[in-house]
């Protein structure tokens, strides 16, 4: 076996120390490796027939003597599995003799190879998409802008005969958000966000009073002057659940990423908005008369065994969680909904557990468990997501979403 071979086959680095009462060379060092462990395991791990096979690698030895002791390395590559290789180290362990000198190995530890392939490639990732970045010019960003927001058109929907602009999950969603033009819609659509409907204009189509009755419905408006007289508009046509806007002064089509996501997680029940706000009394009576029509209207839909309405921010969740299926994998999310850090799910818990700081959302291709609740509630996460759960008790401050 070659050596390009041996290094594409290695998965473990087996990493042990050698002392010996005398002068000891790498021959006397390789025999004793082969000699004192014949028999020892059943025939399936025989170093000599492990490496006549290629499943352990060629062994290496770096020793030196000084005042009559031998001391060294000896490191050992594998490609049998974890157990296998445990087993393999442990036996090193036994040799208490090499050439005429009594010797003592160690095993110091087992290194993932692969493990520290993917770190490289983590770090040379990192250094390529920086080069990237610091590579693209203004002429080469307003193509990529070009190319994104052509993305975003093609996926846009439209509700409706007035042929409203909306995301393509308008026709489907139990929860909708109510926004003012075609710009604000592609603006949510670049950051996942699909059940959306616009206005288009101050004066609000009877089609989405009509749709507002019958979905929990979002209004998500500019935070101008035009944004409130849109949601007036609104309230007396319609039946709107909460309301939230963009920040002072602000547009909801120039909204970033982290904005859009406060926006709708700080929004606030309509009655609650329209108490803190100077919006005419007429507004909030028509609104409260739309309600009780509503819930009229999903008392006689419980009745029917119709699914439960879901908000905006479930079904956000959801699209996410969709993105791990099948990857073993998860997030750790701030409040954005950012990703600090990915994690693995045989890891998930210690992961938790070693949460420093903030975090909003632990997100994962799995099954939530009473033990993940539980220290998901001891580091002040507000949200577990994950396609089923298996809990006892639920604490107060946190909110599980599963798909099931």
Do not use: W
């Amino acid at each position: 076996m070659g050596k390009g071979e041996e290094l594409t086959t290695t998965k473990y680095l087996i990493h042990a120390q050698i002392t010996a009462n005398g002068i000891v060379e790498k021959p006397d060092v390789v025999g004793a490796v082969f000699g004192q462990t014949e028999g020892l395991l059943s025939n399936d791990l025989d170093l000599r027939e492990l490496q006549r096979t290629g499943r352990i690698g060629r062994i290496q030895v770096n020793i030196h003597s000084n005042s009559g002791r031998a001391k060294g390395e000896i490191v050992i590559p594998s490609s049998l599995d974890r157990v296998e290789t445990a087993i393999l180290a442990a036996s090193l362990e036994t040799i208490n003799r090499v050439g005429p000198c009594e010797a003592e190995i160690q095993t110091l530890k087992v290194e993932d190879v692969r493990a520290v392939k993917r770190e490289q490639v983590v770090n040379r990732a990192k250094e390529i998409y920086k080069n990237m970045v610091e590579s693209v010019g203004p002429a080469s960003m307003k193509m990529i802008e070009e190319v994104r927001e052509a993305m975003r058109v093609h996926e846009i929907s439209e509700y409706g005969d007035d042929r409203l602009p909306a995301g393509p999950s308008i026709h489907t969603s139990d929860a909708i958000i109510v926004v003012e033009g075609r710009s604000d819609v592609l603006n949510l659509l670049k950051y996942g966000i699909k059940n959306t409907v616009a206005v288009e204009g101050v004066s609000v189509p009877q089609s989405i009073g009509e749709l507002s009755k019958k979905r929990t419905t979002t209004a998500f408006v500019d935070g101008d002057r035009g944004g409130e007289l849109i949601l007036k508009e609104l309230l007396q046509i319609g039946d709107v659940d909460y309301i939230t806007r963009a920040p002072q002064g602000k547009e909801v089509e120039d909204l970033e990423k982290d904005e859009v996501l406060v926006a709708l997680r700080d929004k606030v029940p309509t009655a609650q908005f329209l108490a803190n706000h100077n919006i005419l009394s007429e507004s909030k009576n028509n609104s409260n008369n739309n309600r009780r029509d509503k819930n009229q209207n999903r008392k006689q839909q419980k009745f029917n065994k119709e699914p439960e309405v879901e908000d905006d921010e479930v079904i956000l969740m959801k699209d996410m969680l969709k993105e791990f299926e099948g990857t073993g994998c998860g997030a750790i999310l701030d409040e954005a909904l950012n990703m600090t850090k990915e994690v693995s799910i045989e890891n998930i818990y210690e992961e938790m557990k070693n949460i420093e700081g903030t975090a909003d959302t632990v997100i994962f291709d799995g099954i939530i468990s009473q033990r993940l609740v539980d220290v998901a509630s001891q580091k002040g996460i507000k949200k577990l997501v994950a396609f089923k759960a298996n809990i006892v008790k639920k604490p107060h401050n946190l909110k599980i979403i599963t798909i099931e």
